[in-house]
């Protein structure tokens, strides 16, 4: 299974977004641009998400380049998988929402990250197991190893570089839920596998 040309773009744009939306002072044409990456990336899984549900093509899987009919785990020519096209939408919301907090301190876009690397962790123990249908059947779950693993670490890029919100703050907390937290996370990291 390899990446498509439009997952590789918007990962590229994804981490793009995540540099210019730093929590650091930046210029307002700086946070603007970033701002419509992110609309971008969102807009870019949103219609091939639409597309994998409704089964129509808008044609924008093969704009850059085009694949030849049969690949592995492709449902269409050089369109992106559903999990891929799922977790766009989500980064993309996620970068728009960074700065947005509750007035108890929730973190939107931290949860919407959290949900990213929940769809991601699935094809990557399935990799991990060799088990094809966690992440090579085209309809539901393909997904290239690569574009799995910059999923799980593009919303790590959303949650760490506010370290004081929601739950990086909690994880960082001097107090014994945010010692027993970060306690738990070798525990939570291996029982899944």
Do not use: C
């Amino acid at each position: 299974i390899v990446m498509k040309t439009n997952t590789a773009l918007g990962l590229l744009l994804t981490g793009v977004a995540l540099l210019t939306l730093r929590p650091e002072p930046t210029p307002v044409a700086v946070k603007l641009a970033g701002w419509s990456i992110a609309l971008v990336v969102l807009a870019l899984g949103a219609a091939t998400f639409s597309q994998h549900l409704a089964g129509w093509d808008l044609g924008i899987d093969e704009w850059l380049m085009t694949e030849p009919l049969g690949s592995p785990a492709t449902t269409s020519p050089n369109r992106m998988g559903p999990p891929a096209a799922l977790s766009f939408p989500l980064l993309g919301a996620a970068l728009l929402l960074l700065d947005v907090r509750s007035k108890r301190g929730f973190a939107p876009a931290q949860a919407l990250a959290i949900g990213v690397l929940l769809i991601a962790i699935v094809p990557v123990l399935g990799y991990i197991f060799e088990t094809l249908y966690l992440y090579g059947i085209a309809q539901y779950t393909g997904i290239a190893l690569p574009t799995a693993l910059l999923f799980m670490l593009l919303p790590i890029g959303v949650i760490l570089p506010r370290p004081t919100v929601g739950v990086a703050g909690r994880l960082l907390a001097d107090d014994s839920s945010g010692m027993l937290l970060r306690r738990l996370i070798p525990a939570a990291l291996v029982l899944p596998i």
